[in-house]
């Protein structure tokens, strides 16, 4: 697996390369969510570029960008194992150099949930995988269903900007008792890391609802919250039953799909989670 750290050498060794290319990009730490993307990447395309970028302008000035955890070799390792070609890790100052100053903005997808949040963070988000898609040139591009509305917004992004590309999302990687994985984990307290399920449980027991004919958002939503007030851990702060393509907040009874999603903060944490229904 070759490494590159330059955005000079990263356009030059993609003009290297013929054949289709897929792309997984991240901010590293990775768990078994990256992998798979990684791995469906492998299976797809002829060559596979994964990137690694703690990117500050998607991180608002309370949050954690110096505190993300961060370790290269063990992310090595696992992207090699899972077949990767090339790991592109560039610096900051090599993403945003002095006098850097174009941004994309995706309007309505991004306003509601994380957006309404999170001030800023689509903003840093679609820039970055706007540039790392003009670095790299991929065939095909594989973001997680964890982060559904950084989907829609990318899937928005790249349609109303042309990028010539395929958008993949893959399913939802949980360990054994339904936790999303998630870098940000790490923080969790083993207590707190008990705690932590009940998120998924929230979000399926919304599920059953709606597999038992429920077609009520407020209902939908009123017994998500009822699963999450009971683990005195968890502080929600929202709990949402939107249009899955719009990202709308329902209000009349749902027909078409369904996203089922949380926000809530477990100690210092925040954690965030969804279905689809
Ligand atoms: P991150 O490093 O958190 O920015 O995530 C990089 C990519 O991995 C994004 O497309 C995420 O949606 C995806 N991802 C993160 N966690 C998971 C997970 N548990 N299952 C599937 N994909 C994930």
């Known amino acids: 697996m070759k490494q590159i750290s330059t955005t000079a050498e990263m356009h030059a060794v993609r003009r290297s390369l013929s054949g289709t290319v897929g792309l997984a990009p991240t901010m590293g730490y990775l768990h078994a969510g990256h992998v798979a993307l990684v791995t469906r990447a492998r299976a797809e395309n002829e060559h596979v ?36 070609d090339i790991v592109f890790t560039p610096s900051p100052d090599a993403i945003y150099p002095p006098g850097f100053q174009t941004y994309v903005t995706v309007e309505e997808v991004a306003q509601p949930l994380e957006g309404a949040r999170r001030p800023g963070h689509f903003r840093g988000v679609a820039t970055v995988v706007a540039k790392l898609f003009n670095l790299t040139r991929p065939t095909r591009a594989y973001f997680g269903q964890k982060d559904a509305q950084q989907v829609r917004v990318i899937q928005t992004m790249a349609l109303d900007l042309n990028f010539d590309l395929e958008i993949v999302v893959c399913p939802t990687v949980r360990e054994p008792d339904g936790l999303a994985m998630s870098s940000r ?5 083993p207590e707190q890391r008990r705690a932590a399920p009940a998120l998924y449980r929230a979000l399926t027991v919304g599920q059953e609802a709606w597999n038992h004919g429920e077609r009520d958002p407020e209902r939908l939503r ?30 009349e009874s749902a027909s078409g799909n369904v996203l089922l999603s949380l926000a809530v903060r477990i100690g210092r944490t925040r954690l965030i989670d969804n279905l689809v229904l």
Do not use: K, W
Request: charged letters at 20%.
């Open 49 to 84: 570029i994964a990137t690694i970028f703690v990117n500050p302008t998607q991180f608002g000035p309370n949050e954690d960008l110096t505190a993300y955890p961060r370790d290269f070799p063990r992310d090595f390792a696992l992207l090699a194992e899972a077949g990767c």
């Open 222 to 251: 009123g017994r998500m919250a009822e699963v999450l007030a009971a683990e005195p851990l968890a502080l929600v702060e929202y709990i949402s039953a939107a249009d899955a393509r719009t990202l709308a907040e329902l209000h």
């Open 185 to 189: 984990n790490a923080y969790l307290t």
